[in-house]
């Protein structure tokens, strides 16, 4: 694993550097806006890096006998579709949001297929088989989290660190709690993310673009789809470690849906683009989100591994406070 990890850092730093040398020359930059958080034309599509020195490395991983066929083929295949889709919106030949939702769609109906649907899952005392009505969950359950990264992909370094931290937090969990060796994806998901970090410092030299960010937060669901077979605790835990995403994205889009505001239009309301616009810096705001998911979600999520609290008490106990402070910070309000 020592010289897998280190093989994919190397993959996602060459390439991410060689993308951005290419952006700049064929001028492939994020202009700034007014909704925009940064203030110059920054090269964007380094995500195409991440999801190849993922796969690289989930390829290893299966040739090593660390994962199955049908777990390489659940998470590889849907995900390079949603990676192909992001890289033709980055590049601008995919601008419909109606078709971006459809292909979105099509990859998370393939991705639970390919999982074997949702599996049992425990609420409070008693296991649940959800059937029909589970399966069509999980499909919504991807595609909201693939969109929700893309939400959240809007200042340096914030999914990077959240990659990083909740990879890495799952990745303990499974090792200390379990026999499982899915560990092994999420220390080469941590791995992929690594190398592309150093060009996303503030100020960023390069950003994910949608071909990374929802590439991202798509195999992130559909990897908890897998765990959630075996491991169903460790799943819960992967909701309870994703909180901060998860609330400031439901938050901001409740609110701009009750103020009749078209929600599939750019804007920069979410809670952390408040608060980095107060603090008139992203480097705060990301590594605070780093410094949660560690330090407050990560605790309640081995609480939920270990059966020390029922998962629904957990994700109260994690989500509550974050809701409060999405709201507290004016997610999806307008502020002058």
């Known amino acids: 694993m020592i010289a897998i990890f280190a093989v994919v850092v190397t993959i996602g730093f060459t390439l991410t550097l060689l993308i951005q040398k290419s952006a700049l020359k064929t001028n492939r930059l994020d202009i700034p806006n007014e909704r925009s958080s940064h203030t110059s034309p920054t090269p964007r599509g380094a995500g195409l890096a991440v999801v190849v020195a993922f796969l690289l490395g989930l390829l290893a991983l299966l040739v090593d006998n660390s994962i199955s066929d049908d777990v390489f083929l659940a998470i590889a295949l849907p995900g390079l579709i949603v990676a192909l889709i992001g890289l033709l919106d980055d590049r601008g030949h995919l601008t419909s949001a109606k078709w971006r939702l459809v292909g979105h769609f099509t990859c998370a109906v393939i991705a639970v297929w390919l999982a074997g649907g949702l599996p049992e899952l425990p609420l409070a005392n008693s296991t649940i088989n959800f059937g029909l009505a589970g399966d069509i969950a ?3 359950y991807l ?3 693939l969109n929700l990264f893309n939400f959240m992909d809007g200042i340096d370094l914030i999914t990077g660190v959240q990659t990083f931290t909740t990879s890495a937090g799952v990745a303990v969990l499974l090792l200390a709690s379990t026999e499982n060796d899915l560990w092994k994806v999420f220390v080469v998901l941590t791995a ?8 996303n410092l503030p100020p960023a030299k390069i950003f994910l673009g949608d071909v990374g960010s929802g590439f991202i937060g798509f195999i ?3 990897i908890s789809l897998v765990i959630a077979k075996d491991e169903p605790l460790v799943a ?4 309870i470690l994703h909180g ?5 994205a439901t938050v901001t889009l409740l609110r701009r849906l009750l103020s009749r505001e078209r929600v599939y239009i750019a804007h920069r309301t979410h809670a952390y683009q408040h608060l980095s616009k107060k603090l008139n810096r992203h480097l705060p705001v990301s590594l605070g989100v780093g410094a949660i998911n560690l330090l407050f979600l990560l605790p309640i999520a081995w609480l939920v591994t270990e059966s020390k609290i029922i998962p629904i008490f957990g994700i109260i106990i994690a989500y509550a406070p974050l809701i409060i402070v999405a709201a507290l910070l004016n997610a999806g309000k307008k502020v002058n």
């Open 192 to 199: 992929s993310i690594l190398g592309f970090l150093f060009f």
């Open 244 to 248: 901060i995403f998860v609330t400031d």
């Open 236 to 239: 819960w835990s992967m909701i």
């Open 138 to 140: 999980a499909v919504v």
């Open 143 to 145: 595609v909201w989290m």
């Open 220 to 222: 992130t669901a559909v």
